[in-house]
């Protein structure tokens, strides 16, 4: 099992930046591919971005390339999604979730999931 604590998201102006982060617990976080995935009100869950287990793969929605970095630290077993040039439609619930197996951008190969931290961007 690995349990997952997203923070970071608050209220941001457009065109600022916001680091997320999420701390993993449970199990060996090198183990698992992780992802931010995000669902705005109304709309469903969407990937942002996904990293393999040793970081060396990434991916990123067309909406947020240029603008958000996933990264992550073995040594602190947290992930993050810096984010810069943010906009209004970046408003959303993120999420972070880890996959038994390789990067995915599929939310249904995802197996845990945290709670969410809410991001909202004023224009």
């Known amino acids: 099992q690995v349990q997952l604590v997203e923070s970071g998201g608050r209220l941001v102006q457009a065109g600022g930046s916001l680091r997320l982060s999420c701390a993993a617990s449970?199990?060996?976080?090198?183990?698992?591919?992780m992802g931010w995935f995000r669902q705005a009100p109304g709309k469903e869950r969407d990937v942002v971005a996904v990293i393999s287990k040793s970081a060396a793969r990434t991916y990123y929605a067309d909406s947020v390339k240029g603008r958000f970095i996933i990264s992550r630290d073995s040594a602190k077993n947290t992930v993050y999604l810096q984010m810069d040039s943010l906009k209004p439609e970046d408003t959303a619930l993120y999420y972070c979730?880890?996959?038994?197996?390789?990067?995915?951008?599929?939310?249904?190969?995802?197996?845990?999931w945290g709670q969410g931290t809410q991001v909202t961007v004023s224009s």
């Open positions: 979730a880890a996959r038994i197996g390789d990067i995915s951008v599929r939310i249904g190969d995802y197996d845990y």
């Open positions: 449970g199990r060996t976080f090198s183990n698992y591919p």
